[in-house]
């Protein structure tokens, strides 16, 4: 039995997969990481089954976030974005991923191409000039509908109004169009969970979409109209067929790949990639994509992996530790693609164990060794099979009849469930047989054979189990082949080796390459490690942005995920509270309405002179103040200085250092994560050599004790207190 060539789509013979392209306000984490191996693995088996395969991904780099988080780090939105890309590009280097092309947003060819698609957009009657006012999510890049206040429903973040001439797509035309597409391709969009949110959401309604800014500088300039830039989702969608030359004189990648077969994205950027993308494409009169799958959300210990709730995980100190295998089997496994997924240390490491090192690691050691020590390293003639090599021979063609048509659904966790089911029964026949043991009533004749047969089956199991495996563990897998004396694993793997993938490939005489270890087994410390180079990652990562603000997590995927929580609006009480003159300074303002409650504030950042508080302040004196949601996600004590403790933390578009004289009522481990209040507009003070941004509130108890100021709800980060 042979392995299917079968794909998707109707580009015979080829087959075009795209990651999203991530957002560069932030660092790559494990759940880009997550999206990116997913892609991976699926590019390395269509070329293994002889299918020519365009694998792309990118960054995706203008908009006003980014041109806000230049500039709070002080440099240009383009050196800000080259850093960034570089971050993302080098890490997929090191991990090993095989993509065809990497497309930043920046560049002359993408910019070209989106001028190309506006202009034919334009020139089809589908965008037209008029004005918005309302609100808008900057970090979301997203229209929100509701009044001034309204917080974002993807990310829960407060929206601002604005007020601008834009162009607008006739998005609701297409309504009844999509509908009918939706209908006719219900393979377009997946899982079920995502089509059912797309088409209520289309059902519900379509309003034309906004596709330029005037108050935002950093993107695609219109062509003629440069006042306007092209809006963030009308050119990031765009990067699917820029990338192949659409837009250039040079299109034979675009007639060669488009329309691609595999869109692979996270779930919450589905709208953009289900309605707007289609919508455009119907427009512009180019085919649209034959699939869009969205992958579930990334958790640390049950909750999601995230920038602002300072959980995330890099991708580099998995590999660091246990190697990059170790996290694309653990990744695929663990979750079955469409579905949340958690990750931990310690799940990680019992995965490692169980299935890498004691399964398939032991295994080929095992094999490898025995027939290194009683053939000289040769495979030997298995012979006549018996029922169990018969079984074991069964069971292996079962699975790969089994294993394409499984991942070709992207049902990965349970593709490698199946494929180890096959590693079990291998190592179960081998020590049934123990080769390494001779019966007294058995001949030397006798043992020989059944060495030669239980050796030459097993070795072959390792074989079909190995090719199998190789789009999910490729180090390993070529380290395996070679053992095996079948050369290297990339070149069968260019020549499409698994086309023809079948029992009894591996032939008598084969000479085996020497053993090598491929999983050694991880001990507890290898946790402590992990969970020790994560905590100097988050510290690297708030020095290298000058110890103040970095950028927000990415828009798209698993991975930086988007909170579900809608903003609460946080009342402080105020009715009781002292007036403030208008000399009075925010931190007496912040003292005065915290103590509301009975009790003093302690001011917690470092103030020389306070000013006396009046008895009275007005509504317009308290708007003065801006308190924001934080989280603290680094505490420190400040050397020589027993009250003080630094505190690094996440106003969710931000981060801050602030100085705050807590140090002998709090453990810093124990702030870590907690969810407090801070004075955002309080001007920078220096103690101790340090800079101070900003202030924290906390109520004094009686002895002088502080209580911090937080919250027992889901509050978003940065939310603003009134």
């Known amino acids: 039995m042979t392995e299917s060539t079968s794909k998707t789509g109707t580009n015979s013979g080829r087959f075009y997969l795209t990651t999203p392209i991530y957002y560069v306000n932030a660092r790559p984490h494990l759940g880009h990481a997550y999206s990116t191996i997913v892609c991976d693995a699926i590019a390395r088996r269509k070329r293994a089954l002889g299918v020519e395969t365009w694998f792309l991904t990118g ?9 806000r988080s230049a500039k709070a780090v002080g440099c240009t939105p383009e050196e800000f974005a080259t850093k960034i890309a570089g971050e993302f590009r080098g890490l997929w280097d090191r991990l090993g991923i095989t993509y065809d092309d990497f497309i930043r947003t920046t560049e002359p060819r993408h910019i070209r191409g989106v001028q190309r698609l506006f202009t034919t957009l334009r020139d089809k009657g589908y965008i037209y000039k008029g004005s918005y006012t309302g609100q808008y999510c ?88 440069e006042k306007h830039v ?39 950027i589905s709208r953009f990639h289900c309605v707007y993308w289609p919508a455009f494409l119907m427009a512009a009169g180019i085919a649209t994509p034959h699939s869009v799958r969205a992958n579930g959300w990334l958790l640390f210990d049950q909750g999601k992996m995230s920038k602002s709730r300072g959980n995330i995980v890099r991708a580099e100190t998995v590999q660091d530790v246990l190697g990059a295998d170790a996290l694309r089997y653990f990744l695929l496994r663990e979750i079955p693609f469409g579905q949340d997924g958690n990750f931990s240390f310690d799940a990680l490491v019992q995965r490692y164990n169980g299935d890498l090192a004691n399964g398939y690691g032991n295994l080929v050691s095992r094999v490898v060794n025995m ?35 499984a991942f070709d659904e992207l049902n990965f966790s349970d593709t490698l469930k199946l494929l180890w089911a096959v590693v ?19 001949s030397d004749e006798e043992h020989t054979k059944i060495q030669a047969r239980v050796l030459g089956t097993a070795a072959e199991a390792i074989r079909v189990i190995t090719a199998l495996a190789y789009p999910i563990v490729p180090d390993a897998a070529a380290k395996v082949w070679t053992q095996l004396g079948l050369g290297e694993l990339g070149v069968a793997a260019k020549n499409g080796f698994l086309k023809d993938l079948a029992w009894g490939g591996l032939k008598m005489g084969t000479k085996f390459g020497e ?47 988007t909170q579900e929580t809608a903003a609460a609006q946080v009342k402080l009480a105020v009715a009781k509270a002292p007036v403030a003159t208008k000399d009075s300074t925010p931190a007496a303002v912040v ?13 917690q950042a470092a103030t020389e002179n306070t000013a006396q508080v009046p008895q009275h302040i007005t509504i317009d004196d308290f708007a003065k ?16 200085a027993d009250k003080l403790l630094r505190l690094e933390v996440d106003l969710g578009t931000e981060k801050r250092q602030i100085l705050a004289g807590i140090a002998e009522h709090y453990e810093p481990e124990k702030l870590i994560g907690r969810r407090i209040v801070i004075v955002a507009n309080l001007a920078p003070r220096k103690m101790r050599g340090l800079e101070s941004n900003g202030m924290l509130l906390a109520a004094s108890l009686e002895g002088g004790t502080p209580v911090l100021a937080g919250f027992l709800e889901d509050v978003p980060l940065g939310a603003r207190l009134k």
Not at 375 to 393: D, I
Not at 625 to 640: C, G
């Open 59 to 67: 960054t995706d780099e203008h908009g006003q976030k980014i041109e």
């Open 625 to 640: 103040v801006e308190l924001r949601v934080a989280q603290i996600l680094v505490a420190e004590r400040v050397p020589k």
């Open 138 to 225: 900057v970090f979301d890049e997203a229209y929100v509908d509701g009044p001034p206040g309204t917080p974002c429903p993807d990310c829960g973040r407060p929206t601002e109004t604005v007020s601008e001439e834009n162009y607008f797509f006739k998005l609701s035309a297409f309504e009844r169009k999509l509908l009918e597409f939706y209908d006719a391709n219900p393979e377009f969009m997946g899982p079920e969970s995502t089509r059912r949110e797309v088409i209520s959401f289309v059902r519900g309604g379509l309003k034309d979409l906004s596709v330029t800014r005037t108050s935002v500088s950093w993107g695609i300039p219109v062509p003629g109209d």
């Open 424 to 442: 079990a029964e291998t190592d179960g026949y081998l020590t049934t047989n123990a080769p390494w043991k001779k019966p007294p009533e058995r």
């Open 591 to 603: 003292q005065a309405a915290t103590a509301s409650a009975g009790a003093p504030v302690v001011p």
């Open 515 to 561: 053993p090598a270890p491929l999983f050694p087994r991880a001990e507890k410390e290898a946790i402590e490690r992990m969970q020790s180079l994560e905590d100097e990652n988050s510290r690297t990562a708030v020095e290298a942005a000058g110890g103040g603000s970095v950028v927000e997590e990415v828009k798209t995927p698993i991975t930086a995920q």
């Open 371 to 405: 027939v290194h020590k009683y053939f000289g390293g040769a495979v030997p003639e298995a012979g006549a099979e018996t029922q169990a090599e018969a079984a074991l021979r069964a069971n292996a063609e079962a699975a790969i009849a089994a294993f394409g048509p």
């Open 230 to 268: 092209v809006y963030v989702w009308l050119d990031a969608l765009a990067n699917y067929i820029t990338a192949l030359g659409y837009g250039s004189d040079d299109d034979e990648k675009f007639k060669k790949f488009w329309p691609a077969d595999i869109h692979l994205i996270g779930k919450e």
